[in-house]
């Protein structure tokens, strides 16, 4: 493939379609390990729902995808609830024993404190009350719970952590095999973006369409279309990337050799197809097509 059909490669529907069925292998992938949670060892199984939350957040992506001109703010937005995710997931898998209680206890006394909320505007109040609550003193779990959730002044904390994100990727890669550049990538290229778009700002509602690029003529709608078409090729090609590290993290403690080499597959063949579709390799892969993965990805496919 020369530079010039490569550089028209990347940006075309073609490539986006590639990458969006490889995040789908992979979803399936990560999908059958949540389902051999029982046979993973006790942190992998305990917190095994941040996977399973994890897919559900990837099928989500990979549907909206398919309309990236009209919901990539959405699939930005979802993109960091994933990135998040796969981030806890791999630190509670190596973090010390205090950390890992407290994500659970975090758990414990928001369940309870939803029993009793309310929201104040100037004088006006709006709440929800159950007829009964349980009386927290009398469990202590609850108890301890929601005292290291409270703060000083009486307020609730409202982070389960302490520990900035960053550091935690710092954590997971002193305390695994795990390097830390695909978390680095997956945070560097879609976070920032993706909480513009959160908290409704005018760069979070625009960026999408690269208004803000020097680099190319937003006036061109071919142009916007092909610049939407590639920020939706890395987001889904920095997800696959993301998600095979949380298989490599459990394979450390784990058998599931099976799944490791199905998935190690599928993002080796990432690689080239994006070397071709950026002219610096020589055959394009169609996921499914001579490279073993056939078997993965249908389940989400079919949807």
Not at 269 to 294: D, F, I, Q, R
């Amino acid at each position: 493939m020369d530079t010039e059909k490569a550089s028209k490669a990347f940006g075309d529907d073609d490539i986006t379609n590639k990458m969006r069925n490889f995040f789908l292998i992979e979803c399936d992938i990560v999908y059958n390990v949540f389902k051999k949670a029982r046979t993973l060892d006790k942190r992998s199984s305990e917190v095994i729902i941040l996977l399973a939350s994890s897919c559900q957040t990837a099928s989500a992506i990979a549907k909206l995808s398919e309309h990236s001109d009209y919901f990539l703010g959405e699939c930005y937005i979802l993109a960091r609830a994933f990135i998040e995710k796969i981030v806890n997931y791999c630190y509670l898998l190596v973090c010390d024993d205090d950390e890992f209680n407290r994500f659970i206890k975090h758990t414990i006394q928001k369940s309870y404190r939803k029993l009793d909320r309310k929201i104040i505007v100037d004088e006006h109040e709006l709440g929800l009350k159950y007829s009964v609550i349980p009386d927290c003193n009398s469990n202590q779990i609850f108890k301890d719970s929601i005292s290291e959730f409270t703060s000083k002044k009486g307020k609730e904390k409202t982070h389960w952590t302490m520990t900035r994100l960053e550091e935690r990727i710092d954590t997971i890669q002193k305390n695994s095999k795990l390097k830390p550049l695909i978390f680095m990538m997956n945070v560097f290229s879609i976070y920032e973006d993706a909480s513009e778009a959160i908290h409704g700002t005018l760069y979070g509602c625009s960026f999408q369409g690269g208004f803000y690029n020097p680099n190319f003529d937003h006036t061109n709608p071919v142009e916007v279309n092909k610049n939407i078409q590639k920020y939706t090729t890395m987001l889904l090609w920095n997800l696959v990337l993301l998600f095979h590290q949380a298989i490599l993290l459990i394979s450390e403690h784990n058998d599931i050799d099976e799944y490791l080499k199905a998935s190690t597959l599928n993002e080796e063949t990432t690689y080239k197809v994006m070397e071709s579709a950026m002219g610096h390799g020589t055959k394009e892969n169609s996921p499914g097509k001579g490279t073993g993965l056939e078997s993965w990805g249908a389940r989400y496919r079919q949807k």
